[in-house]
């Protein structure tokens, strides 16, 4: 990165895998983000410059502090960048998730007071967004919203890249990263190639067996996890797991899994339309 931004900153059924139908003290939050950052870059992953690296000890800082919409404007720019470090994209990852889940604010999320013949469903609708993601950040535990609620609302331009290769899914926001997620993809490369959309969302799915029974969710023999994203390729879908050694690696019957906490975190991120782009 130059010197001048450096300075400036610095201040199918089983045809693929399955068919669905008080604060601690301010030191302690910084080592415990970074142990957290550190847990996730991957072995042999390039060594971070001094330069980016005291911008990250700075966004680490105000994530801490919860300011969160400064931590997000430092590392913004560098990953827009080529060479992006893994740490820089797991801390702003994490950022993005708290800004997301939160009535923290930022430039993607309005203000809006509920109007006579408001409900749930037609924000997410307007919006482009979801229920879930709706009552998540403002802190609802009810569908039932009242004239003249006032709620902070995330207006959503997702899509989602997924590698092969990498076994990682990238979910960007209207063109920019917002977040990374390791994920678990097909043996022998089952996993089609192309361009998808989200069709179906699901929780606690039941998964469908071979012979056509139904194994209901909770069931030992379910391997869907907790929440189901289908795409328009019959049979195929993103979804949880309860194995997790299966992520990071080509190992399911085609579909793309990930942790149960993460597929959680995109079910009630993604909107049914979501693109997604699946590629080596």
């Known amino acids: 990165m130059k010197l001048w931004l450096r300075i400036t900153l610095l201040s199918a059924l089983l045809t693929g895998c399955n068919r669905a139908p008080s604060s601690p ?21 390039p060594a971070i410059d001094a330069a980016d690296n005291q911008l990250l000890q700075q966004a680490a800082t105000l ?12 590392l913004e720019p560098l990953a827009a960048g080529t060479n992006t470090s893994d740490k820089t ?15 923290s604010p930022a430039p993607e999320k309005v203000d809006y ?24 950040s403002n802190g609802l535990t009810r569908d039932v919203i009242r004239i003249g609620d006032r709620l902070r609302i995330y207006q959503c331009h997702f899509t989602v890249d997924v590698s092969k290769t990498a076994n990682t899914l990238t979910v960007s926001d209207n063109g920019k990263f917002f977040k990374r997620y390791r994920v678990g993809t097909g043996q022998f490369s089952k996993t089609p190639v192309g361009q998808f959309k989200v069709t179906s969302r699901i929780e606690n799915p039941p998964w469908y067996r071979a012979d056509g029974q139904a194994i209901p969710y909770g069931d030992p023999q379910n391997i869907l996890g907790t929440h189901w994203l289908g795409l328009n390729v019959p049979g195929y879908g993103i979804h949880g797991t309860w194995d997790t050694n299966s992520i990071g690696k080509q190992s399911s019957a085609g579909c793309i899994r990930l942790l149960n906490d993460d597929v959680g975190e995109l079910y009630v991120m993604l909107p049914i339309g979501t693109p997604v782009t699946i590629h080596e």
Do not use: N
């Open 89 to 103: 994209l797991t801390l702003l990852g994490q950022i993005d998730s708290e800004v997301i889940l939160s009535p």
């Open 63 to 74: 994530k801490g502090e919860g300011k969160l919409s400064d931590a997000r404007a430092l």
């Open 113 to 136: 007071t509920v109007a006579a013949g408001d409900s749930l469903g037609k924000l997410a609708k307007k919006y482009g967004t979801t229920v879930e993601l709706i009552k998540k």
């Open 25 to 45: 003290p301010q030191a302690a939050v910084e080592v415990a983000t970074q142990q957290t950052i550190a847990a996730s870059i991957p072995v042999g992953a």
